[in-house]
């Protein structure tokens, strides 16, 4: 009798061990979590060539791509721009990333007015709102 009631409180001790190692998770995984940041920005139609949004509108539905380290580095994922232009990289490890828009308005009259790409450095946990990139139109196209 002794020995079912040990064998007894010996499984309830084992069980309950196992339940609240469940509940508690990998404290690993949730200090990884904190680790990765997110690299957020903005398309946009630069109506007055200025460089600056002056409440100008978004250029929707574009790749965006995010490559490690550089432009020539590996590329990591893409994204669409949303409807106002609007994008946002989240759970990104800290380290260098290139994000690079693939549009290619100059066959349709449109070119950068602020460079192609932009490279920057996420630190551990950081949200970076990268500058945004905005287009002009380059040559009018005529229409047959």
């Keep these: 009798m002794k020995n079912i009631r040990k064998i007894t409180l010996l499984i309830t001790l084992i069980l309950a061990i196992l339940l609240l190692s469940s509940c508690v998770g990998d404290p690993k995984a949730e200090y990884a979590k904190k680790e990765l940041g997110s690299l957020s920005g903005r398309l946009f139609f630069d109506e007055n060539s200025n460089k600056e949004c002056d409440c100008e509108c978004g250029v929707d539905n574009?790749?965006?791509?995010?490559?490690?380290?550089?432009?020539?580095?590996?590329?990591?994922?893409?994204?669409?721009?949303?409807?106002?232009?609007?994008?946002?990289?989240?759970?990104?490890?800290?380290?260098?990333?290139c994000i690079y828009p693939d549009i290619s308005f100059s066959c349709e009259g449109f070119m950068s007015t602020n460079g192609i790409n932009r490279v920057v450095k996420l630190k551990a946990g950081e949200d970076i709102e990268v500058e945004w990139f905005s287009y002009e139109i380059y040559f009018e196209l005529e229409s047959k």
């Design 62 to 97: 574009i790749d965006i791509r995010l490559y490690q380290d550089n432009c020539t580095g590996t590329f990591s994922r893409s994204i669409k721009s949303d409807e106002d232009g609007y994008y946002k990289f989240v759970d990104v490890a800290p380290g260098q990333y």
